[in-house]
């Protein structure tokens, strides 16, 4: 058996491998999810309303709650009734607007996607294609100068650039919407441009500096070891060196890290959705916890914790392709 036929054969092994350890990790958050509301002091009923309103609820109307959404019935049973309603996509009723939470989540996440497509793209292009100057330009006044850049806006607050740029941009200068997503004339394409510019670029500034640090490392790490430096002692021209056998092994572990982040930044725009009062995910998993609406809080951590397991899986998914000794666990 040649080696290509040994790497193409341990793609599918790999990927078999990686599916049962996703589903496992997705059983126990699920289990998390359904456990931790019921886990507090007082069980799940602490989540719904205020407390003064819980307080003002008699012994029956207590009952008569925990009867609708069965707190009653054994948790086994309870479980259950959870996975069923997990997988037939019946997540319960928002106790703040009445809508089915299914579809006060598919109303938000279109939103949350658009923004954080957008940004991550933004940020990947940014962030890859300065690390890689960076690095190149170690010894010059313009790679400590980027370095330093991307260290200042890897350590600035989301929540505070945000605010910043709705003074300058929005109250200053009045150049862009600072709220929402929609005009006088209502929801528009021109208009939903507009209302992403500062959101996408509170989460941009934030994100590059991050990826910045690690492109710029890791291609470090790639032209400073052995192979690449006896390969410039026998005279490999220093551009071709680069495109042709640093680059990809440096990006390599930056692919994985741009799919983490992915999954991660559904969560972090919470703070940026907040902000800018954009009607995505974040602001709707933000507005619950305050209302106390427990069905849709607990839908919304359900679909956040499923895009963090997608990413983690597209990343393992996608990363043999671009290095094939992945497949094989490192056997030629």
């Given at each position: 058996m040649t080696a290509v036929q040994a790497v193409r054969r341990g793609y599918p092994r790999y990927l078999a491998g990686r599916l049962a350890e996703y589903l496992s990790v997705l059983l126990v958050a699920l289990t998390l999810n359904f456990a931790l509301p019921r886990a507090l002091p007082g069980g799940p009923l602490k989540l719904f309303g205020s407390p003064e309103a819980l307080a003002r609820l008699t012994a029956d109307e207590r009952a008569q709650i925990a009867t609708q959404y069965g707190f009653g019935r054994p948790l086994p049973q309870q479980f259950l009734d959870y996975l069923t309603g997990v997988f037939t996509l019946d997540l319960g009723t928002s106790l703040s607007d009445g809508r089915p939470v299914i579809q006060a989540l598919a109303d938000a996440l279109p939103w949350t996607l658009l923004l954080v497509g957008t940004s991550t793209a933004v940020t990947a292009v940014l962030g890859v294609t300065l690390g890689v100057a960076g690095a190149l330009r170690r010894r010059r006044g313009k790679g400590s100068g980027l370095l330093g850049a991307a260290v200042v806006a890897d350590s600035v607050p989301q929540f505070w650039l945000g605010m910043l740029l709705i003074v300058l941009f929005g109250v200053k200068l009045r150049l862009l919407p600072t709220y929402g997503v929609s005009g006088p004339e209502g929801v528009t394409a021109g208009g939903v441009l507009q209302h992403l510019v500062l959101p996408v670029a509170t989460l941009t500034v934030t994100g590059m500096g991050y990826l910045f640090l690690y492109t710029r490392s890791s291609l470090l790490t790639v032209l400073t070891s052995e192979p690449v430096q006896h390969a410039h002692a026998r005279g490999v021209p220093y551009g071709r060196l680069?495109?042709?056998?640093?680059?990809?092994?440096?990006?390599?572990?930056v692919h994985t890290i741009l799919m983490l982040e992915i999954g991660f930044l559904a969560a972090g725009a919470i703070v940026v959705e907040t902000v800018f009062a954009y009607p995505g995910?974040?602001?709707?998993?933000?507005?619950?916890?305050?209302?106390?609406?427990?069905?849709?809080?607990?839908?919304?951590?359900?679909?956040?914790t499923v895009m963090v397991v997608l990413m983690n899986a597209l990343a393992d998914a996608t990363y043999p392709l671009l290095d094939p000794?992945?497949?094989t666990g490192g056997r030629q």
């Open positions: 680069v495109r042709r056998h640093a680059l990809r092994p440096a990006l390599l572990p995910l974040g602001r709707l998993t933000f507005d619950a916890i305050t209302a106390r609406d427990y069905p849709l809080m607990q839908g919304a951590f359900l679909v956040l000794r992945a497949r």
